[in-house]
């Protein structure tokens, strides 16, 4: 029997910033835990915006994403726009909403019984000037099909695909 767990709560998102990998797997060694996030990809003159993950995220460092967070309400449109206000530095008026898909399962490379339902969506940016945050030390617009040179998180270009198609 596989037991499943939701934590969208912010006291998960809190706690599981202050406990080591090793304490984090010892709490998830029994069934799968399931995360909700959302993952919003940017896309400006036909590039995609792709972000690089810093030494001081606490998952998946180093490699490269959407703009991304936990799900900490139950709207994931407006914790999308949340999350492009605070890693991108634009505002609601510089995006416009082209495209949501279903939420798909992504297993964590790192620590295997962690699944991450990730919802993604898809905006068009007036600009490609933006400022990143602390969670990122680097950024890339991109051409769609180059996604694929990059090491990136799990299940990242799926995502992409499901909403460019």
């Not at 709560?9 to 080591?20: G, L």
């Not at 400006?44 to 998952?59: D, Q």
């Not at 495209?99 to 295997?112: F, G, I, M, V």
């Not at 019984?113 to 007036?126: A, K, R």
Request: hydrophobic residues 35%; proline residues 5%; contains cysteine.
């Amino acid at each position: 029997m596989i037991c499943y767990r939701y934590f969208t709560s912010s006291s998960f998102k809190d706690s599981i910033k202050s406990i080591s990998n090793s304490q984090l797997e010892s709490v998830v060694t029994v069934g799968d835990n399931r995360i909700k996030v959302i993952t919003v990809f940017l896309i400006h003159e036909g590039k995609i915006l792709l972000l690089k993950r810093s030494p001081k995220v606490r998952t998946m460092k180093g490699m490269w994403a959407g703009i991304s967070g936990y799900l900490e309400n139950e709207d994931p449109l407006a914790q999308a726009l949340k999350e492009i206000r605070e890693e991108s530095g634009l505002l609601e008026s510089q995006v416009d909403l082209l495209r949501s898909a279903e939420p798909l399962e992504a297993r964590d490379t790192q620590l295997p019984n962690i699944v991450w339902i990730v919802h993604p969506y898809l905006f068009q940016s007036t600009t490609q000037s933006i400022k990143i945050d602390w969670e990122h030390d680097e950024y890339k617009w991109i051409p769609p099909h180059d996604l694929e040179k990059y090491k990136t998180v799990p299940k990242l270009k799926d995502a992409l695909e499901k909403l460019l198609h």
